[in-house]
């Protein structure tokens, strides 16, 4: 039950009131260079959200099995060579970055092949963003999130497992897609309408892009009140809820620093 | 390569003509993410500096090595090495501005402004021409980040650098410093210099 909700709110957290596009401005690229139709807009998102699960798996892996500290594989190759207490020592995270972005820039590669053997016409409306998904923001995010969540918790129970990290990306990618289809739908509108023209352009982009983040803002909260919901508790319990729920309120209308993860 | 920009041309043309956020609009998740402070956005913008610079000389070094079709992930892994080096000098010596900065040191990997810089002018031209174009554009790149970072502050929070500087009667405007800010601020920073460069033009 309790872990059904943890992934019920990661899901909801990053599709909607951690948006990647509109709260960690991951992703800002695609988002202002391929919102001009809404079908090729949904293409791009299914394809960043194809890739980011993709990308999650294998960052997931990598970081379980061979970066974090004690992580089995590479415990098991320095142990060929080194004592044990000095294998168990050994800790790669300081290469997730370069391992990181090969897996992405791989498994891009792979995307690209398949969608030109099946989908013809969908590679040639992609063009040129199709490999410039390397390049999104969005992806490399996902990966260092779930690194931070694996190998970046004190406590080994709390790492989170394949269906957490998987969670957050496909959901994150969702978001991106729905960010993206919306933005996409109000430029075909906008390209009717008389715009000032220095304005034209990216700059009216940013703008509409202002305004949908600040709805998207209307999301906040939902989590605990979902978790709230869903979690069975004693009184004392709903006292310490109630309590923390105004501090975060609190925080979220002090806060000068979104910046900053807060799964 | 007669008509090859110059390394003087190349520094020149960074810094505003070819200003990399505002008139070819890249770079943007750190310009939006980190721009809610001044000392986080130049903070950043040393950062970018430090790895445009690096990347753009040991590219430009190896520019008759590279294959075609490689040349993207020998940009993106060389870029990486010193995004790693920067992250970690940040951890060591600036704690508390590499955990306010968090995630967008290590997106510094996947900024396009870099790549760009790589494509256009490092893997075609020596390392005083890369290294001088690294300049321009990161003292650019400085300038927009500061630009944005400024009014956001100074809106959102009454303060400069953490200091003071509007009375204590300003209201602040609790969204400049939150995400929507980020983008209404670029929105219509970007229109004012495009409505400042058409101005320039008609003249």
């Not at chain 1, 715009?195 to 982009?205: D, F, Q, R, S, V």
Request: net charge neutral.
């Amino acid at each position: 039950m309790n872990y059904v909700v943890d992934i019920l709110l990661i899901a909801v957290s990053a599709a909607l009131i951690n948006n990647f596009v509109l709260y960690y401005f991951v992703g800002i690229c695609p988002f202002i260079g391929v919102s001009r139709k809404v079908d090729m807009a949904f293409g791009m998102g299914c394809a960043v959200t194809f890739v980011i699960s993709i990308a999650a798996f294998l960052s997931w892996t990598i970081t379980t099995y061979i970066l974090k500290p004690g992580a089995p594989l590479s415990q098991w190759v320095a142990g060929m060579f080194v004592s044990p207490e000095m294998a168990a020592s050994i800790d790669l995270t300081i290469l997730c970055y370069i391992v990181y972005i090969f897996a992405i820039a791989s498994s891009v590669q792979f995307v690209e092949m398949y969608v030109r053997k099946f989908f013809p016409a969908l590679y040639k409306s992609f063009g040129v963003f199709l490999p410039l998904i390397t390049t999104n923001c969005a992806i490399l995010f996902a990966c260092l999130t779930i690194m931070s969540n694996v190998a970046g918790v004190d406590n080994p129970a709390d790492a989170w497992d394949l269906g957490r990290s998987l969670t957050l990306a496909v959901f994150g990618g969702v978001g991106f897609t729905i960010a993206i289809v919306i933005m996409a739908g109000i430029r075909e509108e906008l390209d009717l309408c008389d715009i000032p023209k220095p304005l034209e352009g990216a700059a009216i982009t940013l703008v509409v892009a202002g305004i949908l983040a600040l709805a998207f803002m209307g999301f906040t909260g939902v989590d605990s009140g979902l978790k709230k919901a869903l979690t069975p508790k004693t009184s004392e319990m709903v006292q310490a809820q109630v309590v923390r729920q105004q501090d975060q309120l609190a925080t979220i209308a002090l806060s000068s620093n979104p910046v900053g993860m807060h799964r | 390569m007669a008509d090859a920009p110059t390394p003087l041309e190349r520094f020149v043309q960074g810094i505003l003509p070819e200003n990399p956020v505002y008139r070819q609009v890249l770079g943007l998740c750190p310009t939006l993410a980190v721009t809610n402070g001044l000392n986080a956005a130049m903070t950043m913008a040393a950062a970018v500096a430090f790895v445009l610079f690096c990347a753009n000389i040991i590219t430009s070094l190896i520019r008759d090595l590279l294959k075609p079709h490689l040349r993207i992930v020998i940009f993106t892994l060389t870029i990486a090495t010193f995004v790693t080096i920067a992250d970690r000098f940040l951890a060591a010596y600036m704690y508390q501005m590499s955990k306010t900065l968090g995630p967008y040191i290590p997106l510094i990997i996947v900024n396009c402004l870099i790549i760009c810089r790589c494509e256009v002018c490092a893997s075609k031209q020596s390392p005083i021409h890369a290294g001088a174009d690294a300049l321009g554009q990161s003292i650019g790149f400085g300038l927009a980040l500061g630009s944005i970072a400024a009014v956001r502050e100074i809106l959102g929070t009454g303060m400069l650098f953490g200091i003071r500087v509007l009375p204590e009667i300003w209201p602040d405007w609790v969204v400049m410093v939150l995400p929507p800010g980020a983008f209404l601020t670029l929105g219509l920073l970007l229109g004012a210099v495009n409505w400042y460069a058409m101005r320039q033009q008609e003249q």
